[in-house]
Nanobody
Framework: QVYLVESGGGLVPPGGSLRLSCAAS????????MGWYRQAPGKQRELVAG???????NYADSVKGRFTISRDNAKNTVYLQMNSLKPEDTAVYYC??????????????WGQGTQVTVSS
């Protein structure tokens, strides 16, 4: 079983910054891809950013140049640095992790979600 604990959300004015963290624990053998998704009220969940185990990254066009995803493999943790935040970034942010359990079974896990609100 895999547990994801997210932190770092909150209320920030437009132009501000936040850093989200997501730590994975449990019966993990290895982690492949890690990513962040978000879901705003009345909208579908969308990919914000992803990072592979080799460090390759991809971003939604709406956040390119403002958000940076990174990971610490020793801590099984993924981060999302969000700068120049806009009101349209307001959403619940979820981390997502793919990997292998110690049983060599593939897993996919989701975090509980953390609210990010950008408002003056």
């Amino acid at each position: 079983q895999v547990y994801l604990v997210e932190s770092g959300g909150g209320l920030v004015p437009p132009g501000g910054s936040l850093r989200l963290s997501c730590a994975a624990s449990g019966s993990i053998f290895s982690i492949n891809a890690m990513g962040w998704y978000r879901q705003a009220p009345g909208k579908q969940r969308e990919l914000v950013a992803g990072i592979g185990n080799g460090g390759s990254t991809n971003y939604a066009d709406s956040v390119k140049g403002r958000f940076t995803i990174s990971r610490d493999n020793a801590k099984n943790t993924v981060y999302l640095q969000m700068n120049s935040l806009k009101p349209e970034d307001t959403a619940v942010y979820y981390c997502n992790v793919f990997g292998l359990l110690v049983t060599r079974t593939r897993f996919e896990s989701w975090g509980q979600g953390t609210q990010v609100t950008v408002s003056s």
